[in-house]
């Protein structure tokens, strides 16, 4: 490996024995730090860019793709020696107004007016509070196996937007030319932590690619159309024996009277002349 390369990444961190970070999740259950709704999935570094602790960059770039390896790193290699003077004691009334929600217990992480830091303890008005990266002056030991190295236009593309932004998800991408045209999965749509991160996206693409143009496209489905009704036929009705006599009415018997009206009247006898 050597620096520039986009690698996809599985690993495990721990310090004293205790695992501080993973993108395993059974790693995560067997040590009883498993955090519901976090997303274990391989994560997609640049080597040689900078955001892996150095010892851990260097390690990278001597293994190769589907081999576990491990890397012991002294405080220098990882994240330096502490510094003393990061170590501030403040107010609690300045505490409680920078950190209303803190719970108040020793480790918790906090944001500070714009810093990040790690609570020490309370000491009735007062607070002690540690600036300092909380694994700075500690031996790591990391676990790792890089998964892939990505090649294909289309794949950096899709690599580099997960980087930016851990979705859960990959998104659609089509390449023409010098344009990429990404499809957001779902879950942009509604992230506020979006909004942020797509222009994070947008220059990494800009540094590491040679697209001239970027277009993201979020797709919605609209209102459909109900289905037509389809018209049902009326049950054809059965006549009935009322219905039928109503139709034919039985023809009347004759009866003797109006019979014998229409009888011929009987022939006189004729008469013999003398």
Known sequence: MRDGDIITLDYEGRTDGELF???LEEVAKADDVHEEGHIYEPITVIIGEGRLVPGLDAALKKAKVGEASEATLPPDEAYGQRDPKLIETMSRKRFDRA???????SGEELEIEG???????????RVRVDFNQHLAGKE???KFTIKSKVSKAADKVAALFNMEYLSGEEPQVK???KHAEITLPDRCKFDPAWFQAKYRVVAA???HTDLEEITFIESYEGTKPEPKKTKKKAPVKKKTKKAASKKKAPAKKKTKKAASKKKAAPKKKKVAKK
């Open 175 to 177: 390449l023409t030319e």
């Open 115 to 125: 810093r990040h830091a790690h609570l020490v303890a309370i000491y009735g008005s």
């Open 140 to 142: 790591l030991v990391f």
């Open 21 to 23: 970070d993973t993108t």
């Open 205 to 207: 693409l800009r540094k």
């Open 99 to 105: 950190c209303p929600d803190a719970k108040g217990y």
